[in-house]
């Protein structure tokens, strides 16, 4: 059955937090909505949309926006605050069940609305004007950035600032990315995918950036005007990351995962940090312990070493550029560290886990944004001998289905 028209009730919420309702053909998913939902949907397969709430789900809350039930970001704005931390400690629960893991899970910490600091934002023409903003969930649509609860007011504050600089470098045909870094310098942009040519509108677009007060702008990689670093503070040490590089997108949610990766890594005195990033851990370990950074970006690589160079009282502190995908450090490498934290991207860490499972490490901080990932590589881990004394959620994503993790494993 598609393009139907039909009156359903939301039974439960699927992963990532669509409702599921039984339709004539099986189950239906629905963006939107919640258990005890009485919805008139539109059908297009397996998928529904919402055409109008019949009787509201209790776990339902009137939002501010009206872009939420569009834009691809905040897809869990309509839950209550009760609904939606029990759904996000649940997606943990789920995930380390399905590999056999039954630990108690501590309660997920929670992040304020306001304080996600990098968005990566999309801009294209729509007739003579320019749409700036995130994609419809599941659609090429574009969502016009008018508000938006979860970005640091200095990003929604620059949007019609953004918009300028992005309209000479749209493509005729396309779409152009801009990832957005709120700094205490003020904004750090980065731009990727510009027009042919762009090259001869550099000096429009560095005139654009001074006008709308950006602290750095890049094109394509390149820095194009630099007015004051834009400087990110990790523990005590300024870093400036590298353009469009990757950083925690809330430094309220870095300062939770770093304290539990410190709680998890204990007294040590020699540790690895592997996929170090710009040393968003290293930096907050290496006061209190020796630690070798491991990571396999040149550009993250560089930011780190250069911050390291300014005396500032850290312990013994070395750098490796290494892709651990494709090797990571061996069982007998690891043997000189009694610690390891480790935070890979979303496909996880499992060659590395397998070696820190043959290892004598003593203690590990395994931190995900991906709990599925997580799971599977906390199984290696824990069928190499080691035991699971913490599993900790913390709500980086707000309004997302995403949510990061910290677990702490001792030998």
Same mark, same amino acid.
Not at 351 to 362: D, H, N
């Given at each position: 059955?598609?393009?139907?028209?039909?009156?359903?009730?939301?039974?439960?919420?699927?992963?990532?937090?669509?409702?599921?309702?039984?339709?004539?053909?099986?189950?239906?998913?629905?963006?939107?909505?919640?258990?005890?939902?009485?919805?008139?949907?539109?059908?297009?397969?397996?998928?529904?949309?919402?055409?109008?709430?019949?009787?509201?789900?209790?776990?339902?809350?009137? @939002?501010?926006?009206?872009?939420?039930?569009?834009?691809?970001?905040?897809?869990?704005?309509?839950?209550?605050?009760?609904?939606?931390?029990?759904?996000?400690?649940?997606?943990?629960? /789920?995930?380390?069940?399905?590999?056999?893991?039954? &630990?108690?899970?501590?309660?997920?910490?929670?992040?304020?609305?306001?304080?996600?600091? /990098?968005? +990566?934002?999309?801009?294209?023409?729509?007739?003579?004007?320019?749409?700036?903003?995130?994609?419809?969930?599941?659609?090429?649509? =574009? +969502? %016009?950035?008018?508000?938006?609860?979860?970005?640091?007011?200095?990003?929604?504050?620059?949007?019609? *600032? =953004?918009?300028?600089?992005?309209?000479?470098?749209?493509?005729?045909?396309?779409?152009?990315?801009?990832?957005?870094?709120?700094?205490?310098?003020? !904004?750090?942009?980065?731009?990727?995918?510009? &027009? @042919?040519?762009?090259?001869?509108?550099?000096?429009?677009?560095?005139?654009?950036?001074?006008?709308?007060?950006?602290?750095?702008?890049?094109?394509?990689?390149?820095?194009?005007?630099?007015?004051?670093?834009?400087?990110?503070?990790?523990?005590?040490?300024?870093?400036?990351?590298?353009? *469009? *590089?990757? @950083?925690?997108?809330?430094? &309220?949610?870095?300062?939770?995962?770093?304290?539990?990766?410190? %709680?998890?890594?204990?007294?040590?005195?020699?540790?690895?940090?592997?996929?170090?990033?710009?040393?968003?851990?290293?930096?907050?370990?290496?006061?209190?312990?020796?630690?070798?950074?491991?990571?396999?970006?040149?550009?993250?690589?560089?930011?780190?070493?250069?911050?390291?160079? +300014?005396?500032?009282? !850290?312990?013994? !502190? @070395?750098?490796?550029?290494?892709?651990?995908? /494709?090797?990571?450090?061996?069982?007998?490498?690891?043997?000189?560290?009694?610690?390891?934290?480790?935070?890979?991207?979303?496909?996880?860490?499992?060659?590395?886990?397998?070696?820190?499972?043959?290892?004598?490490?003593?203690?590990?901080?395994?931190?995900?944004?991906?709990?599925?990932?997580?799971?599977? %590589? !906390?199984?290696?881990?824990?069928?190499?001998?080691?035991?699971?004394?913490?599993?900790?959620?913390?709500?980086?994503?707000?309004?997302?289905?995403?949510?990061? &993790?910290?677990?702490?494993?001792?030998?």
């Amino acid at each position: 059955m598609t393009d139907a028209t039909l009156d359903i009730t939301i039974s439960t919420l699927g992963h990532l937090g669509d409702g599921i309702a039984e339709g004539p053909d099986g189950p239906l998913f629905v963006t939107g909505g919640l258990p005890g939902d009485h919805l008139r949907v539109s059908l297009q397969g397996n998928r529904a949309t919402i055409l109008e709430i019949l009787t509201p789900s209790a776990h339902r809350r009137a @939002t501010n926006s009206d872009q939420n039930h569009h834009c691809g970001g905040c897809s869990l704005q309509h839950m209550d605050d009760a609904t939606y931390l029990a759904f996000k400690h649940d997606q943990v629960v /789920r995930a380390l069940a399905d590999r056999g893991i039954e &630990v108690p899970v501590d309660p997920i910490l929670a992040t304020p609305p306001g304080s996600r600091r /990098r968005a +990566v934002l999309t801009a294209l023409r729509a007739g003579h004007k320019v749409l700036l903003g995130y994609h419809e969930k599941g659609s090429h649509r =574009l +969502v %016009d950035l008018i508000e938006c609860p979860v970005l640091d007011p200095a990003i929604l504050a620059a949007v019609p *600032g =953004l918009k300028k600089l992005a309209e000479p470098l749209i493509p005729r045909k396309g779409e152009l990315r801009l990832t957005v870094l709120s700094t205490a310098a003020g !904004l750090d942009v980065a731009i990727d995918d510009p &027009v @042919t040519g762009y090259e001869k509108k550099l000096i429009q677009v560095s005139a654009l950036a001074a006008e709308i007060g950006l602290a750095r702008l890049a094109v394509k990689g390149e820095i194009v005007i630099e007015a004051r670093a834009p400087v990110l503070m990790i523990g005590k040490i300024a870093v400036v990351p590298p353009p *469009g *590089g990757f @950083t925690q997108a809330s430094a &309220v949610a870095e300062e939770e995962l770093a304290r539990l990766t410190l %709680d998890a890594l204990g007294p040590s005195k020699k540790a690895a940090d592997l996929f170090a990033g710009i040393g968003t851990f290293t930096f907050r370990m290496a006061p209190l312990m020796s630690v070798h950074a491991v990571e396999a970006d040149a550009a993250a690589i560089a930011a780190l070493d250069k911050a390291s160079r +300014v005396p500032s009282g !850290l312990k013994k !502190l @070395t750098f490796e550029r290494r892709d651990l995908f /494709r090797r990571p450090l061996m069982a007998a490498e690891l043997n000189a560290f009694d610690a390891v934290a480790f935070d890979p991207p979303r496909a996880g860490a499992q060659a590395q886990a397998e070696q820190l499972a043959l290892s004598k490490v003593k203690r590990i901080a395994a931190i995900s944004c991906n709990p599925a990932t997580l799971a599977r %590589d !906390l199984r290696i881990l824990l069928d190499g001998g080691y035991k699971l004394t913490r599993v900790t959620p913390v709500d980086q994503f707000l309004y997302s289905p995403h949510v990061e &993790v910290v677990a702490a494993l001792e030998r």
